[in-house]
């Protein structure tokens, strides 16, 4: 079952990239209009996963506890649409790969705090010394992949 869950997560990943590369393709067709192709690719998001979940029913009693929620937990709207119009915005302007190694570091470094802390209600998950090294690993990477060349050019000399 775990190696299904890694699997599918992985394939997310890939998503996201192909997202912000369809969706900066969407904005510089519209005159590079970064707010609107980040609104036309959430209608699009909003049309998909209102079908779905017509579908799979419970609507009106999900609805019917909404009045009920805190608005922070409305927050992840705002930060999807934040997410995606970011990408939108940087990918063309920074390049995807720079774009999306960021990306995998901020939420690499946000998740470690969320788990470790049990930020925003989620259950406490200790981040061990051997999570910690791999998190480094990872950050080192994005080192090397936003400023690899300049470091052989400086070698090189």
Wanted: hydrophobic share 60%; proline share 1%.
């Amino acid at each position: 079952m775990n190696a299904v869950l890694f699997a599918l997560a992985f394939c997310v990943g890939i998503f996201i990239s192909v997202q912000a590369a369809v969706n900066s393709q969407l904005a510089g067709a519209l005159h590079a209009n970064s707010v609107v192709a980040a609104f036309i690719s959430f209608s699009v998001g909003t049309l998909v996963l209102g079908i779905a979940a017509f579908t799979r029913g419970g609507v009106g009693e999900s609805l019917a506890l909404l009045a009920q929620q805190p608005l922070w937990k409305l927050s992840g709207g705002m930060l999807g649409a934040a997410f995606v119009f970011g990408t939108v915005f940087l990918a063309p302007r920074i390049g995807l790969l720079n774009m999306v190694v960021l990306v995998i570091a901020g939420q690499l470094m946000m998740s470690m705090a969320i788990d470790n802390f049990g930020l925003v209600q989620m259950a406490v998950r200790k981040v061990s010394n051997i999570r910690m090294a791999g998190a480094l690993v990872v950050v080192a990477g994005v080192s090397l992949t936003l400023f690899g060349d300049r470091i052989v050019a400086v070698w090189g000399r």
